[in-house]
């Protein structure tokens, strides 16, 4: 399984991304995605998670109402709009597959990881 992740980028306080992560190897309909970010100098922390059909969809508190997971399971790729960007929103976000199909927070329940992609915001 790989896993490509993309649509990082440097933006404004305020402003929006869409962050895309494509999976080959795997059926997309067998599998749970999750983003997960990681900020200089602290700990990779759970940012979203999906279902396999799509139908469950859980995030972390601080991004509750800025940012949105969804699934095209016909292209094997998920995505992560980010809007209301912060400051603090600046890290490494990364896409992780977890293949038993159910929404997780922990960094230890996925099986799969892609690369990372960048998003600085500026203030």
């Known amino acids: 399984v790989q896993l490509q992740a993309s649509g990082g980028g440097l933006v404004q306080a305020g402003g929006s991304l869409r962050l895309s992560c494509a999976a080959s190897?795997?059926?997309?309909?067998?599998?749970?995605m999750g983003w997960f970010r990681q900020a200089p100098g602290k700990e990779r922390e759970f940012v979203a998670s999906?279902?396999?059909?799509?139908?469950?969809?859980y995030y972390t508190d601080s991004v509750k109402g800025r940012f949105t997971i969804s699934r095209d399971n016909a292209k094997n790729t998920v995505y992560l709009q980010i809007n209301s960007l912060k400051p603090e929103d600046t890290a490494v976000y990364f896409c992780?597959?977890?293949?038993?199909?159910?929404?997780?927070?922990?960094?230890?329940?996925?099986?799969?990881w892609g690369q990372g992609t960048l998003v600085t915001v500026s203030s």
């Open positions: 999906i279902s396999r059909a799509g139908g469950t969809t």
């Open positions: 190897g795997r059926t997309a309909s067998t599998y749970a």
């Open positions: 992780a597959l977890r293949s038993d199909g159910l929404i997780a927070t922990g960094t230890s329940r996925y099986d799969y």
